[in-house]
């Protein structure tokens, strides 16, 4: 009798279980499309990236025709993937979810900006699907974009490691992300007129001063370890770098013309989680200043000997930024005129009860505070995102102060985890034109991927 009271039950089981699995809604189609449909460029180089909803499971393969207007193919500009008859082939590895190609100027080739290239996805293998933004024009000058939607993508190359593994720099004008690995830099110098430094907050870093200007005397018995722990609960603001973009209030005091002035200091250079730094991994740096440029000074703490790096300043960029692991400048930020957003993680703070400590966040927004993108918030109890218009900018003030729209577009905790839909945002760009702007998604709980938000904006007012 038990058997065969088992044994219904074991059926009935198997059946609501199936019956569980049929009720499952299946998966929504994964489509393929541009990440803009329109973009501009004026340097030598451009990528042009074909995002899909989600990974595939095998490769897949993708067409991309061209018609270029005012150009000839291999004799002003071309591409990599090579195009065969005006058709480039390109695949997206499994478990990846975008594919690419570069557009090259030849060299000594001179345009009057009137060129362009119209490409259209013409086919996608199975079982994806050819989705929206199938067609984008690339100009050959800056463009002023009317606004679109895009993903920006905080996730590494292979697409399977952190979901802020890259921070992402925006220029809404011209429709083009730019992803960088975080930790590929770990010093930003200052390229205007002051000598000001700025550590890496997009790896949790921290730094103190010693009072010490022979960077070979310093040991790790000038400090203790676990003053450089922040995150968590931990450490202190003095520690980190200004959140909203202040650069008289960095860690690293001004570079002053006086080298006796120019202390060193210990540099933990990946942190935020409240994790005691390892000796072993502390930098000792000191930096002075060499004509219109610096001289670095850096070595292991423990070492006795160090090497220097001079840095040239480049006004066209708000830094100019160096790896110690490669004893070299790398590149990082876009010119400061061709960005205005960056978003991903970064060392910011908040409050415990006790006072403003330091703390990491994911999925921060910050605007370009150093080429004064301003911004401002509007909710939507004063206007809707779809009304607001340029007759509804009466009134509106913008800050400069970098994290204006930092956090707030977005709940992680206490609450429905997903995007805020009661505000949305005004972005005023260093040369004077106004988007509107909102987030979409950003997590699995409201429709988004965590390291891909969606975000989409409309020009309001077109600068002057």
Not at 362 to 390: C, I, M, P, R, W
Request: proline share 3%; with cysteine; charged share 20%.
């Amino acid at each position: 009798m038990n058997k065969i009271v088992t044994s219904l039950l074991v059926i009935t089981f198997l059946i609501g279980f199936n019956a569980c699995k049929d009720d499952e809604p299946p998966l929504p189609d994964n489509v393929a499309g541009f990440e803009s449909t329109a973009k501009g460029f004026e340097g030598e180089e451009t990528e042009v990236k074909i995002v899909l909803s989600r990974a595939v499971d095998a490769a897949t393969p993708i067409s991309v025709s061209l018609t270029p207007t005012q150009l000839i193919y291999n004799t002003e500009f071309t591409t990599t993937p090579v195009a065969t008859n005006n058709v480039i082939a390109l695949s997206v590895p499994a478990g990846q979810s975008s594919a690419s190609f570069k557009v090259t100027k030849k060299a000594g080739v001179f345009l009057d900006g009137d060129e362009s290239i119209a490409f259209k996805i013409t086919s996608v293998g199975t079982p994806a699907l050819i989705g929206p933004n199938t067609d984008l024009k690339l100009s050959f000058k800056a463009i002023i974009s009317e606004g679109t939607s895009i993903q920006l993508n905080g996730i590494a190359g292979s697409e399977l490691g952190s979901s802020a593994a890259n921070s992402v720099f925006l220029d809404l004008s011209s429709n083009t992300q730019t992803p960088v690995l975080r930790n590929s830099w770990d010093l930003g110098f200052y390229g205007a007129a002051d000598f000001r430094v700025i550590i890496n907050g997009t790896t949790g870093a921290s730094a103190l001063m010693i009072n010490k200007t022979d960077l070979a005397t310093v040991t790790d018995k000038d400090f203790v370890a676990d003053s450089l722990a922040i995150g968590q609960g931990l450490g202190k603001l003095s520690l980190i770098d200004d959140a909203k973009g202040d650069l008289t209030k960095t860690v690293i005091k001004e570079v002053s013309a006086t080298d006796a002035d120019n202390k060193v200091y210990i540099l933990n250079r990946a942190g935020g989680a409240a994790a005691i730094p390892k000796v072993a991994d502390l930098y000792k740096i000191r930096i002075l200043r060499k004509g219109t440029g610096y001289t670095l000074q850096y070595a292991k703490v423990n070492d006795t000997t160090f090497k220097t790096l001079d840095i040239t300043k480049d006004a066209a960029y708000n830094f100019e930024f160096v790896s110690l692991d490669k004893g070299a400048t790398v590149d990082v930020e876009p010119a400061k005129d061709r960005w205005d957003l960056q978003w991903g993680y970064n060392m910011y703070f908040t409050n415990f009860g006790a006072g403003l400590i330091p703390y990491g966040f994911s999925d921060l927004v910050f605007t370009n505070a150093q080429a004064k993108v301003g911004a401002a918030e509007v909710l939507t109890t004063t206007a809707t995102y779809d009304a607001f218009a340029e007759a509804n900018l009466t009134g509106i003030t913008f800050s400069t102060d970098a994290d204006v729209i930092g956090s707030k577009w977005r709940v992680t905790s206490g609450g429905t985890i997903g995007v805020k839909t009661d505000r949305f945002y005004l972005i005023k760009d260093a040369a004077g034109n106004i988007y509107k702007l909102r987030f979409v998604s950003f997590h699995p709980e409201d429709g988004g991927e965590r390291g891909k938000p969606k975000l989409e904006y409309k020009l309001v007012k077109k600068g002057a």
